[in-house]
């Protein structure tokens, strides 16, 4: 397989063409960005464990029935996936209260919530994503009523996994933020990544935070956050 010219440069990943129809290569970087790119750095390794963990952490939810774009990782900074169009939604779940949920709602961070809560933010930077409601992101026509429906629907099937998965980790998945897209047949997929860039992840016993708000909040020892979940994430998966 070649690699071709870079289709996308984000924030934190490339992507590239490929020779294969319908398949392109994903790129992690260790750049680091906080507050709508306003808060800028450099992550020693970052690229690679989001890359190493996405990969375990996709891999996983593939086994378990959740349609993914991942194919398979190539090297330590690179993965194989489906190409598809990323609907420009972000979908945020929260097991406890956090971030800017706790600063909107004036409540202090870690309370647990007695209900799943989902937020979805429109992806404009430019606009430094706003927090949107369903008739928003109809009207914008981002999505249809119907696929709202069921991008929920995957979105609570993710957490009830992924909270599980932790939990195995002795972490409390607080919140996270996954995208999807739609492949070229309309499927709606589960695309971008799962890692301590997306997620809030605390340790149970001593609720040290284990993701970016170590860079966002300044708090230190960022990179030893991401190598010590994928070393756990290692651990419970068997790999
Ligand atoms: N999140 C993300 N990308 C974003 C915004 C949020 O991955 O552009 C993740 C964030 O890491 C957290 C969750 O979504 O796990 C909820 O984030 P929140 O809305 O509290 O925003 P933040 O406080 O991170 O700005």
Redesign the pocket.
């Given at each position: 397989m070649t690699k071709g010219a870079m289709l996308y440069e984000g924030k934190a990943k490339q992507v590239f063409e490929t020779d294969r129809p319908g398949e392109v290569i994903v790129r992690f970087k260790d750049d680091a960005t906080?507050?709508?790119a306003q808060k800028r750095g450099n992550v020693d390794l970052k690229g690679e464990m989001n890359n190493a963990i996405t990969t375990l952490i996709f891999e996983y939810l593939n086994d378990k029935g959740i349609p993914t774009h991942f194919i398979k990782k190539l090297d330590e900074r690179e993965q194989l996936v489906k190409k598809v169009s990323i609907i420009p939604l972000?979908m945020?779940?929260?097991n406890y209260s956090?971030?800017?949920?706790?600063?909107r709602l004036g409540v202090d961070e870690g309370i647990k919530s007695p209900v799943t809560i989902f937020?979805i933010?429109y992806k404009r930077d430019d606009l430094g994503?706003p927090?949107i409601n369903d008739h928003h992101a109809v009207f914008l026509g981002a999505a249809t009523y119907g696929e709202l429906d069921e991008m929920y629907d995957l979105t609570s099937d993710i957490n009830d996994i992924l909270i599980e998965l932790f939990d195995r980790m002795n972490i409390i998945l607080?919140?996270?933020?996954i995208e999807l897209g739609k492949t070229a047949d309309g499927q709606i997929v589960l695309a971008d990544e799962i890692s301590p860039?997306?997620?809030?992840l605390w340790d149970k016993d001593t609720m040290k935070k284990l993701?970016?708000?170590r860079f966002?909040r300044d708090l230190g020892e960022v990179t030893e956050a991401y190598v010590e979940i994928y070393e756990r994430l290692k651990k419970v998966l068997n790999k």
């Open positions: 906080a507050f709508n972000e945020v779940v929260r956090a971030g800017s949920m706790a600063q937020d933010c994503d927090l607080v919140d996270f933020k860039d997306t997620c809030r993701d970016k708000d966002r």
